[in-house]
Every structure is written in C-alpha cells, then in structure tokens.
C-alpha cells in the first residue's frame, strides 16, 4: 500500500508516451487496483500457481466466516470448491493460523479479487478440468479465468559444465531408467534427512542423477538462498563415507544446478524426485512418473493433487521424527523405475503429457 504513490507517479509519465492497456498485478498486489481505475486500465491479477490454490484463494472469505482460530486444527478435511478435499495441514502455510499477519493480508488481497477484470494462471483446463469447471462457471460473480500453461522454457541451458556432463551421461544410460533427483534452487534438508536419501538410493540399486547440496543446519525444510559453490558443498564431507565409490556408474551427482527441463525431456529419464513447486510440475510434464516429497509453501496441495486426482506420483512416509527413513525411500524408487506398482502412474504420466501437449498446441 505504501508503494501506490510511487506507482500513480511511474503511470502518469508512462501515459504521457504510451497507450497503456492493463495493469498486472501479482497475488497481492491488489491496492494497485485504484490506481488502475484513474488512467482507465483493466486490471489483471497475475498467479504462477494451478488452479487449487486459486480456488481456495476465492473461497477464503467463507472459511473465514466460520470463525476456527488455526485449519490445521479442524477435525474434517477441508472442502474447496472444485478440489479433492484436504486436512487443513495440507493447507498453504499462510493460511493455517487465522490469527497471523500474514493471513490477514492474504484475506484482505483474496476478498478484491472479484473485481479484478480477469486472473491469469499457469495451468491448463485439461489438467485441472474439475476445478476450472467451478472457476470459470458463468454468473458466479467471479472475474473471468485465463489459464495460460503449460509455459515452459525451451532456448538453450546454461549454468556450466556440470549441466552439459549430465546430459552425457543420461545418452549412455537405458531407456527410461534414470530417477532424477532435485529440490530445485532453493530445496534443503538435514543433514540426516540426506543420509537417508543417499542410502536409500543406493540400496534402490537404480541408476540416479541427484542435484546435491550441503545441508539445512536445523530444519528438516529449509530454505537455500546461496547459489555459488563452496567447500561445504563438496559432498565427501556430508554424504555417507563410501557411498560415492559405492555408487559409482550408478549414480551422477551434479552440485547445486543441473538443466532440469532437458532431463526431464530425455528419454533415458524415468522418474523425477523433488519438492513439487508448480514450475517443477509444468517442467516434469513429460510422460515422467513422480515422487512427491514436499517441503513448504503450496507443496503440500501439489502433492495431493498429484497422488490422489492426478495419480502420477508417489508420496514416501514419514516416521515419528519427520524423517523419511531408506527403506521408505528405497520402496518407492523401485515402484516408480521398475515395479508393477508403478505401471498406473507411468500411464497417467503419458497421459498427462499428451494432455500438455494438446494444449500447448492451441495457443
């Protein structure tokens, strides 16, 4: 709200020169929405999320109503309009506690959205044709939807070498047998929380790439913001001692980046391990099978969405600790790569990606 002086100011000098449209805006930005009313413009609302979130977006108000102090604590999965029902846990982590700050915003950004003149998303109708059939329903006093996805890039990588030897190596491998393990650029776990994986990969004894970085000090979910190499990214000094000898021609680890987009698009790819934000989602659109392991944010509605209505994905457990043990991770992986267990989510796969293809064929 601050910044809407500022912003009146960079629009009067813009339409001095231009012919200025819309204005659009992010999730909340919606206080720009008076401005955009003085030099006539349309108004947009901008969300790089899919559907659900959108849907418990416009249905927040009448949550709220029903005055329960904390979702995470209500007994009943929560029903949204068009979605699977989930536990209010599974809910986007902003809005758990009806009583934080945060909530209060995103309430106060969700109640304008009606009047916004459309809501741009990045996803498509056949991806998530229950939830759009209530979005976009005529007369329910709602702005008009636009889902926009599949939106992927697809000009050349960068990033180095590393990105360049992946690939390589996947040339040399067999036909769909290659889990491709990241948690994207910002994706870290605990130090025992990496053991484990690392074990249960190798025990898997299917072949591997692992986008691997030093890990959280604390929390099993955390957050890694320094994208640069260092000496404690060197993975001798957390992996298990001998796993890298051990995995040898197995396993490829790559440190801190990998082109993730072509290998999920190489046909030596089996499966795709990661945290599942909605960009990894689109990325792995591939005929690729999942394994679901979400950390924070809108992960923990992708991951419903993609093993309950979707079912393309598997979701390992947790134990009592939060810690999903080896032999958890080593099930899953032969489930996905080579198991009979796997055969409904490598066809719901394929499916889905000839789903994104029609799609992006009609923009």
């Known amino acids: 709200m601050t910044r809407v002086p500022a912003l009146r100011d960079s629009l009067k000098v813009l339409t001095e020169s231009n012919h200025l449209v819309a204005l659009v805006v992010d999730v909340v930005g919606t206080d720009a929405f008076d401005v955009a009313k003085v030099f006539c413009l349309l108004r947009y609302i901008f969300i790089p999320l899919c559907a659900k979130p959108l849907s418990l977006f416009l249905h927040l108000s009448k949550l709220d109503e029903t005055g329960i102090s904390n979702y995470r604590d209500l007994p009943e999965p929560v029903k949204i309009p068009g979605c699977v029902p989930i536990k209010g846990t599974e809910l986007l982590e902003t809005f758990q506690n009806r009583n934080s700050e945060s909530y209060k915003l995103a309430l106060y950004h969700t109640k304008r959205y009606n009047v916004a003149d459309g809501v741009i998303i990045i996803s498509f109708i056949d991806l998530e044709s229950k939830t759009f059939k209530v979005l976009m329903k005529t007369g329910s006093g709602k702005s008009p939807v636009y889902p926009i996805g599949p939106l ?176 958890e991770i080593t099930k899953h992986v032969r489930y996905l790569i080579v198991g009979e267990e796997g055969k409904l989510v490598r066809h719901r796969a394929k499916e889905l990606k000839d789903a994104a293809a029609m799609a992006t064929s009609q923009h």
């Not at 025990?203 to 030093?214: G, L």
């Not at 599942?276 to 979400?294: C, D, K």
């Not at 992960?299 to 979701?315: I, N």
């Open 152 to 327: 992927l890039q697809t000009g050349p990588i960068s990033g180095g070498g590393s990105g360049y030897e992946c690939l390589r190596w996947l040339d040399e491998q067999p036909r769909g047998s290659v889990l491709f393990v990241s948690f994207g650029s910002s994706g870290t776990l605990t130090h025992e929380q990496l053991t484990e994986l690392a074990l249960g990969l190798e025990m898997s004894e299917q072949r591997f790439i692992w986008v691997v970085r030093s890990p959280a000090k604390n929390a099993a979910n955390a957050v890694y913001y320094n994208a640069q190499s260092s000496k404690e990214d060197d993975p001798n000094n957390f992996l298990p001692k001998g796993f890298l000898e051990r995995t040898r021609g197995v396993g490829l680890l790559v440190r801190s980046w990998a082109p993730q987009i072509q290998i999920m698009s190489h046909s030596s790819t089996g499966g795709f391990l990661t945290h599942w934000r909605w960009n990894s989602i689109l990325e792995s659109i591939h005929g690729v099978p999942l394994i679901a392991w979400p950390l924070f944010t809108e992960q923990e509605m992708h991951t419903v969405m993609l093993t309950q209505e979707f079912e393309v994905a598997f979701r390992p457990k947790k134990n009592e600790n939060g810690i999903v043990c080896h032999e």
